[in-house]
């Protein structure tokens, strides 16, 4: 999941065709300021931070302005705000445009259905979160017709748009249609959608991509979403990797296994913080780099709890030995085992010649783990 | 047939020249699958584990009647290996590939259903019945025949669970790992039917996870279809809203498709819910006394 900032959202809409208020991008307040003198953004003009939290017109993360002079104000009271947990470094100066009405239009995935659906809701401009039900219209549409044009005049209907305003709707829902598609996103989302004269403007873009389709769109590849640094390394070095306050550290294999671990750590008093899920993976050297990784977040102790299945038990093994061996003194940490499945003999046998003792059952591990941490958090 | 697979399931498998095709091919014969059929692109004329390769799914179903599907191809090119294997004729294919785009899943999915094909995954440890067949990659070593079905969202988790099941003297008459990404080819609500209409099922295990709504959907399904006995667990209770955890299904937004809503629907419909997974032997061996008694 690649959440893209409203700007690279307005990217890409630009590229399906999209209509958009004139703007830019700008990262100083001098910039903002000659981007206005200069008519690239007419005025007045509203100046938004470039964040991915919600809520920001209410935060103070949006202004406007008349002037150049205002402009510059603008930016440099948002600039370097901290806008819940984001740092503002980037801001988007677009034209104040003349809104009749707001209106809500995304693409997205319904999973119960399997099925790409259209929302559109009159009551734009708030968070659909917050709109009642029955003011939001949902449209399935089948990928293999894909968006037809009777389902378009269904949307323009609960909509209330009719005229020109409807042909502008008509076009745009195609264009953001293939943006979905095109871009392999999660999400495309325009909100507020506005109602500008006899036609309409996306004023907001959110637009996320999958990362599954990272293949086809390598320009996503260096995007950074809401990771941790370790995070980070973790993601270069393909290994699931989620950073969280507590101490103890769980490697698994598997998102479930590691969620019923969690569960069952936090049953018995434990506080678990770092979780790196191995997947499956029979490299020695990719379980050694797992381990090292866990060692730089330094946790109170480390609960390897593994069910081999693509991942064999004495891969495991033979990894965590070698990065035992690697870790500095100073990053040392208590580790309690438990690895079961394919190979599991092999592997309880190589972690017992270096000493450590593989606890079978998953209830009795897990309460070790804990009181190797230090007790109940 | 219990379940998908019996002793007449002739398995194909999709990028059989692979190190996970290979591994996982020797796997399935010992487990006593009869593996006749390999597929990759270019490879003909080899043999993989004593299993004759070939160009294309047409020239494999036409030596060998292959009638299902194991595909181990990489995601870019899996889209195009599942349409191959449809277009064949193969009726079942299990997807085991991860970090297929859900918009090549889409179509995927789709099209198989309008050729009358079920898909099972993608990223997903596939079905096994214990003395028949296996197609995917569950160990071997966690399954006994016995009469409780399994269908599992999760990998690892499930591989546990199986291994619970056996290691509490109970065995399995099949196990479905339906895989845990946004659109998946077999659901809960598809998998139920098939476990309900088994003879050689006593007790159905459903084993969740939090995010999407699907445990929910399985619920009200239950409540309206299921008459055999149903043991419930969800993974995810205690994980923190908005961060992944790994799956793709496994995130919670907007209240929705947590552990709890999910639990409580669960329960309503009749489920029995374990909180962990070391509690479901348990649940299950007392249904069956229960059973046993009435």
Known sequence: MVKLAEWRGKEVFQKYGVPLPRGAVARSADEAESLTRSGAVPLPCVVKAQVLAGGRGKGGAVKFANTPDEARAAAASILGLEFKGEKVTELLLEEKLPIARELYLSFTLDRSLRLPIAIASAQGGVEIESVDDAAIERVPIHPFPGLAAYEKRRIAERLGVSGSVAKSLDRLLDALWRAFQGEDAELVEINPLAVVGEGLVALDAKVIVEDDAGFRHPEYGDIRDDRTPLEEIAREKEIAFVQLDGNIGVIANGAGLTMATLDVLKEFGGNPGVFLDLGGTDDPKKVTEAFLLMAQAKPKAVFLNIFGGVTRCDTVANGLVAAMKEVPPENRFPLVARIRGNNEKEGIEILRANGITSIPTLKESAQAVVAAAGGKA | MTVLVDGSTRVMVQGITGHQGTVHTRQMKLFGTEVVAGVTPGKAGATVEGVPVFDSVRAAVEKTNANAACIFVPAPYAKDALLESVDAGIPLAVIVTEHIPFHDMLV???????????????????????????????????????????????????????????????????????????????????????????????????????????????????????????????????????????????????????????????????????????????????????QGRR
């Open chain 2, 108 to 290: 995927m999915y789709h099209y198989a259903r309008s050729k009358g094909a079920r898909i099972i995954g993608p990223n997903c440890p596939g079905i096994a019945a214990p003395g028949l067949a296996k197609v995917g990659i569950i160990p071997n070593v966690v399954f006994q025949k016995g009469r409780v079905g399994v269908i599992s969202r999760s990998g690892t988790l499930t591989y546990e669970i199986v291994n619970g099941i056996k290691e509490r003297g109970l065995g399995q008459s099949a196990c479905i790992g339906l895989g845990g990404d946004p659109v998946v080819g077999t659901s809960f609500v598809d998998a139920l039917p098939l476990f309900q209409a088994d003879p050689e099922t006593d007790v159905i295990v459903l084993v969740g996870e939090i995010g999407g709504t699907a445990e929910e959907d399985a619920a009200e399904y239950i409540r309206h279809h299921v008459t055999k006995p149903v043991v419930a667990y969800i993974a995810g209770r205690s994980a923190p809203p908005g961060k992944r955890m790994g799956h793709a299904g496994a995130i919670i937004s907007r209240g929705k498709g947590t552990a709890e809503t999910k639990l409580a629907a669960l329960s309503q419909a009749g489920a029995k819910v374990a909180r962990f997974p070391y509690e479901i032997p348990d649940l299950v061996a007392e249904i069956i006394a229960h």
